[in-house]
């Protein structure tokens, strides 16, 4: 099975722009979530869905939204950009077994945003 | 609010030595405990987990971990490492009730291993 993809793999954005970044997931799995990883925050959890609803959400603001299509798919995205959203966003997807707490995370390569 | 603390932020071995890397949450509930590992332009994978059961969980390449529930503690050990084995380690806590599952990572330990 291929793995969890993501694109774009880097991306520059200007302070107050938006962005969407895409993650297609594992074959299978319609559990998605993602993860804003910094070198001060490490990683920390933004949202999941499954079944095209948000399942789970972080603390972060509203300026982060996401959504998943009918094939799992998803897409996040980030308005008015700030110098603190530089950052590796990663996408994990999930097998649904036995609830959302026992699910093990597969993880994608990331895209290295970068806000100047 | 939850939180996992992953003491040793860097760690250098030589082949052959013995690993523990520490890992502490607090929560009061039960949780879900997981380490994952990030080798070098890999991304990130599992390395074991731990749901209910014997404490002590082995995972792939050699790894084990012990959850001791009284210390809220997940320490990952590896009784002889290998250069191979050179890479990012991260702690993560899933809790259990509430209805919200939102894990928790530690802030990971990078772990060196000299030939």
């Known amino acids: 099975k291929a793995g969890v993809t993501q694109t774009p793999r880097y991306l520059i954005k200007t302070r107050g722009q938006q962005v969407t970044l895409s993650c297609s997931p594992i074959?299978?799995?319609?559990?998605v979530s993602w993860y804003q990883q910094t070198p001060g925050q490490g990683l920390q959890f933004l949202f999941e869905y499954f079944s095209e609803t948000q399942r789970n959400k972080g603390n972060f603001p509203g300026r982060f939204s996401g959504r998943q299509f009918s094939n799992s798919r998803s897409e996040m995205n980030v308005s008015t950009l700030e110098l603190g959203d530089s950052a590796l966003y990663l996408c994990?997807?999930?097998?649904?077994?036995?609830?959302?707490?026992?699910?093990?995370?597969?993880f994608g390569p990331g895209t290295r945003l970068t806000v100047l | 609010a939850q939180s996992v603390s992953q003491h040793n932020h860097h760690v250098i071995l030589s082949e052959a030595a013995s690993l523990e890397l520490g890992c502490n949450y607090s929560y009061g509930g039960t949780v879900n405990l997981f380490w994952y590992v990030q080798y070098p332009g890999q991304h990130l994978q599992l390395l074991l987990k731990y749901f209910s059961g014997d404490p002590l969980v082995k995972g792939i390449k050699g790894f084990e971990a012990e959850f001791i529930k009284s210390k809220f503690s997940f320490n990952l050990r590896k009784p002889s490492v290998q250069w191979s084995d050179t890479a990012e380690y991260f702690c993560?806590?899933?809790?259990?009730?509430?209805?919200?599952?939102?894990?928790?990572f530690g802030r990971g330990t990078s772990l060196i291993v000299h030939p």
């Open positions: 074959s299978g799995h319609r559990s």
């Open positions: 993560a806590v899933m809790p259990l009730s509430g209805g919200s599952y939102i894990p928790t």
């Open positions: 994990a997807s999930s097998p649904e077994i036995s609830g959302a707490a026992y699910n093990e995370q597969f």
